[in-house]
């Protein structure tokens, strides 16, 4: 199937620049509406509030020294968790899948990845509330539990952390598999006989061979799957009960129960950047470590 | 299956998911108007009844507390003509500004108000808003599980019902029943209580198992929590579900709300915007509503046309021995920053 690989590429260097005005629409668009309300943003972040709420125009730095109040240091932690955790668990059950899909045959492909996409058709919203169903004491969860005699009373599962990882992990899975099945797609199988050919243990052709050459897809889907939830509030309010707040929460807090613009821009600024900093590190050490097949 | 394949995929679950709302009205050109309300508090029929009457389209949009309200009028949201603001709500959207002075002459169904709230302190002549609905904020328990009645606001930090209280998810609510029980007023602006509120709130939160606004009429009616801090109406309809669900207001003295139909400033259809309100004021339709939503109406002679189950119910109207216990909730100016404060504070740990 990747047979694009064979069609001739276009030459290199010949970066003429008669198609750039192809991305002007796009990059139009960005900067309409995405530089210019982040530069927006960045402006609040500076400014203060009023009593009842809203922006005064008045120059302060008070909102980034606010946040290193302790309190602001314990939501982010617990943000970085949750998104950590939900990252690795997607991961973990994400590959198989990929992998699973992308070796079946062509024929069935299609419709397993309309399988995996098939939620993305509902509103999360409408997904979230069933969860909350699915959770509860009196839910799915604890009626199969209590019916098979593993538990004598219902689990709290509503309204916990684990509710609110399983509900993150739910709604970022497909970003962890599309992606991983794109690497897996593209990844030769001859490579991976080749490997067992010259005795590779199971394990190293694993971690030698297939994660090396799938590592974009791999970067790709955790980028992916770190980033929304790292900045949900959705799921910690209707999942977590509304009782610990993530990095999102916060934010929307901030801008819409205590009307607090510029903290909450600042908030937002200093959650960007975290997540900017960790991408731009990732990219510059993968820049630097050559693959294990490069130059072959 | 190539990325084309996938790009169409994705573009299919986009499209289906932002399928309904925003887009343009399929009956062309009738007027439309913007009503935004709190979340579960219209009768749909009572709407599609006006849009029949007047040939219009209703638009709904909600919120879910008075701050959201405010945050989202502040953040230059326009379009909306009819709002439903509480009491020390319309306070402050006169003080900043947002609200539009109702024109008397269109509102002939305000004479059957009841005489109580003909003249209420943040707005005494009724000229930017008309109190709707109205009512008391106390606590939903299940008798069942609680065999004596409580009556103080104690019970709501009583370690046997760990994990099985709600709260409201609203600032100014939590903090006025806790207030109420150290035997301070809700509008208190004296930092020292306000902290000293936030402590006893802190030594709270491991029993709450859920702070909402919305649904915990639902949590009642299943058992999931016993004790839920609420709004009277939503207890009444968890009690249809549920029997032994009772509703107290506690000794200490708790919240006596109304919330208030208002034009906004920026409104684009002000005239529809009087003739929407004078129809939600209908005493049929009023108390249509009130039995539906089982609040109690701010209209007398809707009162009059509920049936008595729901008028007797103290959780929809507050009896009249009552209301020397229950206190408005004022705009408390500056001190409103001490109560972002301690629920920024209260919600982080």
């Known amino acids: 199937m990747p047979s694009h690989d064979l069609s001739s590429p276009p030459k290199p260097g010949q970066s003429s620049c008669r198609s750039c005005w192809l991305a002007a629409p796009g990059l139009l668009w960005m900067g309409l509406f995405f530089l210019a309300p982040l530069a927006l943003v960045f402006a609040i972040s500076f400014a203060s509030r009023g009593t009842y709420g809203g922006i005064v125009w008045e120059f302060t730095a008070a909102n980034y020294l606010d946040l290193w109040h302790p309190l602001y240091g314990r939501i982010l932690g617990q943000s970085l968790w949750y998104a950590s955790l939900t990252t690795a668990i997607c991961f973990s059950l994400g590959f198989p899948l990929a992998y699973m899909i992308a070796r079946s045959p062509a024929r069935w492909q299609p419709v397993l990845l309309l399988l995996v996409m098939l939620p993305f058709w509902t509103n999360f919203l409408v997904r979230t509330y069933a969860w909350m169903i699915v959770l509860r004491q009196d839910g799915l969860v604890n009626g199969l539990l209590l019916a098979l005699g593993i538990v004598d009373a219902p689990l709290e599962l509503l309204y916990t952390p684990t509710a609110v990882v399983i509900g993150l992990v739910y709604g970022y899975l497909p970003f962890m598999v599309l992606p991983l099945y794109v690497a897996v797609e ?70 819409l129960v205590v009307r607090d613009w510029p903290l909450g821009s600042a908030v937002s600024f200093v959650l960007m950047a975290i997540v900017m900093a960790a991408v731009v590190l990732y990219y510059r050490h993968a820049a630097r470590t050559p693959g294990p097949l490069e130059g072959r | 299956m190539s990325l084309w394949g996938l790009c169409l995929l994705w573009l299919a679950g986009a499209l289906s998911s932002c399928g309904q709302g925003g887009g343009s009205d399929p009956a062309g050109s009738r007027p439309v108007l913007h009503y935004f309300t709190w979340s579960d508090y219209v009768g749909p029929e009572l709407i599609q009844e006006f849009e029949r009457r007047e040939g219009v389209k209703v638009v709904i ?140 709130l802190l030594r709270q939160k491991p029993l709450v198992k859920t702070y909402t606004s919305d649904h915990y009429d639902q949590l009642l009616a299943s058992g999931e929590v016993v004790l839920a801090h609420a709004w009277g109406g939503p207890v009444a309809r968890a009690m249809v579900e549920r029997p032994s669900i009772r509703y107290v207001v506690p000794k200490e003295g708790a919240t006596l709300w109304a919330d208030c139909l208002v034009v906004l400033r920026t409104a684009p259809q002000k005239r529809l915007a009087m003739r929407f309100i004078n129809y939600l004021m209908e005493p049929q339709v009023a108390a249509r509503t009130s039995e539906r939503l089982r609040f109690a109406s701010a209209s007398r002679s809707a009162r009059e046309l509920v049936n008595a189950s729901t008028r007797d119910n103290p959780a929809v109207y507050p009896p009249v021995d009552q209301l020397d216990r229950l206190e408005w909730m004022k705009d408390v100016g500056r001190g409103i920053r001490l109560y972002d404060r301690a629920w920024t504070e209260l919600k982080m740990q």
Not at chain 2, 84 to 91: E, G, H, N, Q, Y
């Open chain 1, 186 to 255: 593209r990844l030769d199988p001859l490579l991976v006989e080749a490997a067992w050919d010259l005795y590779a243990s199971r394990w190293a052709v694993f971690t030698q061979v297939v994660v090396p050459l799938t590592m974009p897809g791999i970067v790709g889907g955790c980028v992916l799957v770190f980033i929304p939830s790292i900045g949900s509030f959705i799921t910690p309010d209707l999942l977590g009960g509304a009782r610990s707040m993530m990095i999102g929460n916060l934010i929307q807090h901030e801008y």
């Open chain 2, 61 to 200: 949009d909600t919120f879910s507390s008075n701050e959201e309200l405010l945050a989202k009028l502040q953040s230059g949201a326009t379009g909306y003509d009819v709002a439903v603001p509480s009491d020390f709500m319309v306070a402050i959207m006169i003080q900043q500004g947002l609200l539009s002075e109702l024109d008397q002459q269109s509102l002939p169904n305000a004479s059957f108000l009841e005489p109580h709230l003909q003249a209420l302190p943040f707005d005494p002549e009724r000229r930017y808003s008309i109190p709707y609905l109205w009512g008391s904020v106390g606590i939903g328990y299940d008798a069942a599980v609680i065999p004596t009645p409580p009556d103080s606001w104690a019970i709501l930090w009583d370690e046997r019902y760990k994990g099985r209280i709600s709260m409201l998810n609203d600032q100014r609510e939590v903090f006025g029943a806790v207030l109420r029980s150290m035997g301070q007023s809700m509008n208190s602006t004296d930092p020292q209580v306000i902290e000293a509120a936030k402590e006893r």
